[in-house]
């Protein structure tokens, strides 16, 4: 099992996607996201980034 995802690890880290879109005001759809510009991208997964380092340090 060691590298593989399971299911429940992937729809929260959709979710988390999804929220993290939200709070920088991308329009992302489930599925396929191909209108995107890389800058739109980039910021989601810059904030998901920022936020699991933040809660890191809250621990």
Not at 29 to 39: A, E, V
Request: proline share 2%; charged share 30%.
């Amino acid at each position: 099992m060691k590298g593989e995802m399971t299911q429940k690890g992937k729809e929260a880290l959709e979710r988390f996607k999804m929220e993290s879109a939200n709070e920088m005001g991308v329009n992302l759809k489930p599925g396929y996201n191909g209108d995107l510009t890389s800058r739109e991208a980039g910021s989601i997964g810059g904030q998901m980034v920022k936020k699991m380092i933040d809660a890191y340090k809250m621990q």
